[in-house]
């Protein structure tokens, strides 16, 4: 059973940085397809960034974040992070994690509804 339990929200200025982290577990596997989510009040849930799935950075990352998030993932530490840079306001929501290893590419893994794993979330507000 994987468990995923994110980390590093906060409140954050336009322009300012923050590094989100999503400790796994139940994972043996070092190429295990896994993401980040968000939501945002009132807007559907979007497919923000995946890693250890075949596609380009197109398929990899949403437009609206593409040149300033970055997933890694670290498997000697267990842990995923998305580390945000440029923060805007529109990026504020509830983040979370997500894995599945029935899903290879970034792209359907990106617009899934129906992902086997998911962590709690975590919040980040971008207000000036």
């Known amino acids: 059973q994987v468990q995923l339990v994110e980390s590093g929200g906060g409140s954050v200025q336009p322009g300012e940085s923050l590094t989100l982290s999503c400790v796994y577990s139940?994972?043996?596997?070092?190429?295990?397809?896994m993401g980040w989510f968000r939501q945002a009040p009132e807007k559907e849930r979007e497919g923000v960034a995946a890693?250890?799935?075949?596609?380009?950075?197109?398929?990899r990352y949403a437009d609206s974040v593409k040149g300033r998030f970055t997933i890694v993932k670290d498997h000697s530490r267990n842990t995923l992070y998305l580390k945000m840079n440029s923060l805007k306001l529109e990026d504020s929501g509830i983040y979370y994690c997500?894995?599945?290893?029935?899903?290879?590419?970034?792209?359907?893994?990106?617009?899934?509804?129906?992902?086997?794993?998911w962590g709690q979330g975590t919040h980040v507000t971008v207000s000036s």
């Open positions: 890693i250890d799935c075949s596609g380009s950075d197109r398929d």
């Open positions: 139940g994972v043996t596997d070092n190429r295990y397809p």
């Open positions: 997500a894995a599945d290893s029935n899903i290879g590419d970034c792209a359907s893994f990106r617009f899934s509804n129906d992902l086997n794993y």
